[in-house]
């Protein structure tokens, strides 16, 4: 079955885009919430880029009661081993799948294009990225963690290999405890993926710093052509 593709906000830093970030948010929020994070990321006023906010489905999550929510896949429980939905990680996967091929008809090639979120939507960045066919210009994880771990090595495609991964975490989450941030930078690092590490004295959250630390490796990984 062919995924559906998913309500967005949509925001062009100039007209005429040449490069794509899409950016999915964390459990119970919205596209609408990172997209006024645009200007706070400082990109430099040649950038030409079109930023995504997809909102994940409405569905009802286990942690929460089965309340529902906003939410990229189910959370069975707070401990790292036992949270993970892959059934609905792999849903949330085709969905992205399917704003990648929308915007690639669109006209933006892949190497020009980044996958990023915070929290759940870092882990669907990291997971739908390392998988994905075509070649990519970056992947960003903020406060998150690495789901499918032990199936990466067989199931990541070799076109995203040596991809650019920005992952940043807070020293006082509580949510996302730091440990589970390093052992999956740790994973990814023994299999060998280029991840740049950063740390910031805060909670669950995102501070101006990060920001424009994630700013910074956009404007890296996909520099005005020419």
Same mark, same amino acid.
Request: proline fraction near 7%.
């Given at each position: ?6 309500? @967005? $906000? ?35 006023? @040649? ?8 909102? *994940? ?33 792999? *849903? ?12 690639? !008809?669109? /006209? ?13 939507? /870092? ?51 509580? $949510?996302?405890?730091?440990?589970? *941030? !390093?052992? @999956? ?28 630390? $994630? ?5 890296? $990984? ?5």
């Amino acid at each position: 079955m062919t995924a559906s593709l998913l309500s @967005s $906000v949509e925001i062009e830093t100039q007209p005429n885009p040449d490069a794509l970030v899409i950016w999915m948010h964390g459990l119970g929020d919205s596209g609408s919430s990172w997209a006024a994070e645009v200007g706070a990321l400082e990109l430099p006023p @040649s950038a030409r880029i079109r930023f995504l906010f997809p909102n *994940a489905p409405m569905m009802p999550v286990t942690i929460n009661q089965g309340y529902r929510m906003r939410a990229w896949y189910d959370v069975f429980d707070d401990a790292l081993n036992a949270r993970c939905d892959l059934d609905g990680m792999r *849903a949330s996967q085709e969905n992205i799948e399917a704003l990648l091929n929308h915007e690639y !008809e669109r /006209g933006i090639t892949p190497s020009r294009t980044v996958l990023a979120g915070f929290s759940q939507g /870092g882990a669907v960045a990291l997971y739908a990225g390392l998988r994905h066919s075509k070649k990519l210009a970056g992947i960003v994880a903020l406060s998150t963690y690495l789901m499918g771990a032990e199936t990466m090595a067989q199931e990541a495609n070799d076109a995203n290999r040596q991809t650019p991964i920005f992952m940043a975490h807070g020293t006082i989450d509580p $949510v996302v405890l730091p440990r589970w *941030a !390093e052992m @999956s930078r740790d994973a990814l690092q023994a299999l060998r993926y280029d991840v740049e590490w950063q740390t910031y004295s805060m909670p669950h959250s995102a501070t101006e710093q990060e920001l424009r630390d $994630v700013g910074a490796f956009l404007t890296r $990984v996909l520099p005005p052509p020419g």
